[in-house]
């Protein structure tokens, strides 16, 4: 068949797309077919008659697929980059001569620069790709920390849609309620809610000595006053830059620095104790306070423009004994968190949730808190008991039915009533007189059942 061809191979070679390069034994192009001019952008004439090493080195191509096949005397397949900056993938065949020693060597390629463009394009996809998922698993790691915050009730749901509609605006917001409701924990919320990329930076009033608020707050210049530091002091409200400045307990901000805090907040710029030039700044400002701050304006003591100013978005977190569909749930899930964090398995008895569901939570769920806590830690029984419970939060059995008839004597079973008495006349009576006239016994008598009871 190759005879009948002939010479009129070459003919044939010429109309393929692909290159088409010979070389022999040496790495010496013999022949190049036509598309070799447009792959390596010379011509034909420049090309035959070159080593391949030479065109290496001049980097027409690079690495020469023919010197491979020379030094490992194999076919190779390899990536080659062009002059063009194309990238090709390159392929060199042997034609071996009688005594199988290599003749020529044939090498075509195939352009891939496509295909390499296509697979970088891939990697940056697939680097996108994992930065979304990063993202995905921070916004679920949020919604989990969203999920601490339980709310289930009417009440708080209220709050917390006023919440999602305020948070990425710069509205100054003020949390009222009694302590233990929730305010720190709703500020951190909203300043996670809000995407700002500042830091929260909570102070809180009450804690912090008048004298030293002033400095917390805005900081100072070096040898502002004595017993300064002298490189001066960053106030929080300059660490608040770009994000949420909490201040906790605003009722107790002395009266000179709510003078401060309302220039702070109407031209956001203030000053560092002892500088006179004055610092921009931005951040959003969360205040919160279980005092009644109306009380305290007509009292003198809270200034009336910074309330209105604070008050812009005034969320009022109800007290836990209004919110009972949450109660049940906080009960659930801090009984969860705290067995997770002391490896536990404590479980509430249903008699001991009624007790708790019943319980009015003077301080909220701050105190819901502490109770779960130290019953998971302090009981050793894995069912908690309502006699486990503290005596304020056990309601007195004196209604109780006496489930004790047919196990007890009469002389136990009043022995019994006669503790439960004394306990609970205990609890409400500071002194042994008073608990004797409301029981109406002599006050000796009072104090013999406390001993013999070991009360
Ligand atoms: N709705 C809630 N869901 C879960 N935990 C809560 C909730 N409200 C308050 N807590 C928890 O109760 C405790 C007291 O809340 P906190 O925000 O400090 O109250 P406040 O600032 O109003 O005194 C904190 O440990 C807080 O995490
Ligand atoms: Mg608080």
């Known amino acids: 068949m190759g005879l009948e061809i002939g010479e009129r191979w070459k003919e044939i070679v010429d109309g393929l797309y692909t290159d088409v390069v010979i070389t022999d034994k040496h790495g010496n192009i013999v022949y190049a077919n036509d598309s070799t001019e447009y792959w390596f952008n010379m011509e034909k004439e420049e090309i035959i008659g070159n080593n391949v090493l030479e065109l290496e080195k001049k980097k027409v191509f690079y690495p020469s697929v023919a010197r491979m096949v020379i030094e490992s005397g194999q076919k190779q397949t390899l990536i080659q980059q062009t002059r063009q900056d194309k990238k090709l993938l390159v392929t060199g065949n042997i034609i071996y001569d009688d005594m199988q020693n290599i003749e020529y060597i044939v090498c075509y390629s195939q352009d891939i620069t496509e295909i390499e463009k296509m697979k ?227 479980e509430l008895s249903h008699e001991t949730i009624d007790c708790l569901l019943r319980y009015p939570w003077p301080g909220n769920v701050r105190e819901l808190s502490n109770i779960v806590e130290r019953l998971v830690l302090t009981i050793e029984e894995d069912i908690i008991l309502p006699e486990h419970l503290p005596d304020n939060i056990r309601p007195t059995q004196l209604a109780a039915p006496f489930i004790e008839v047919g196990h007890k004597s009469l002389q136990e079973i009043m022995e019994d009533t006669e503790i439960r008495v004394l306990k609970d006349a205990r609890e409400k009576y500071t002194s042994t007189t008073k608990m004797a006239k409301a029981l109406n016994v002599s006050q000796p008598t009072i104090v013999r059942k406390l001993k013999k009871y070991k009360l």
Do not use: W
Request: proline share 4%; hydrophobic share 35%; charged share 30%.
């Open 120 to 346: 970088a394009y891939v990697k940056k996809v697939e680097s996108e790709l994992e930065n979304i998922k990063k993202e995905l698993q921070h916004y679920q790691e949020l919604q989990k920390e969203d999920s601490r915050l339980i709310a289930k009730s009417p009440k708080m749901q209220r709050v917390l849609s006023i919440m999602d509609r305020v948070a990425d605006t710069d509205a100054t917001v003020l949390l009222t309620g009694e302590s233990g409701v929730g305010k720190s924990l709703l500020a951190e919320q909203l300043h996670i809610k809000s995407n700002r990329k500042g830091a929260f930076v909570a102070i809180n009033c009450s804690s912090i000595p008048e004298s030293l608020i002033e400095s917390e707050l805005f900081g100072y210049k070096p040898g502002a006053f004595t017993g300064a530091s002298p490189k001066g002091k960053v106030g929080l409200v300059e660490k608040a830059q770009n994000g949420t400045l909490f201040l906790d307990e605003i009722g107790e901000l002395p009266t000179k620095l709510q003078a401060k805090l309302l220039m702070l907040i109407q031209d956001k710029t203030f000053y560092r104790i002892g500088d006179s030039q004055p610092r921009e700044v931005n951040f959003r400002l969360v205040a919160a306070t279980n005092v009644n701050l109306e009380e305290r304006i007509k009292e003198g003591t809270f200034r009336e423009d910074l309330y209105f100013r604070l008050s812009v978005i005034h969320m009022m977190i109800p007290p836990l004994r209004e919110r009972q569909e949450d109660l049940l749930s906080l009960l659930m899930n801090m009984t969860k968190k705290f067995n997770k964090q002391y490896g536990r398995q404590k």
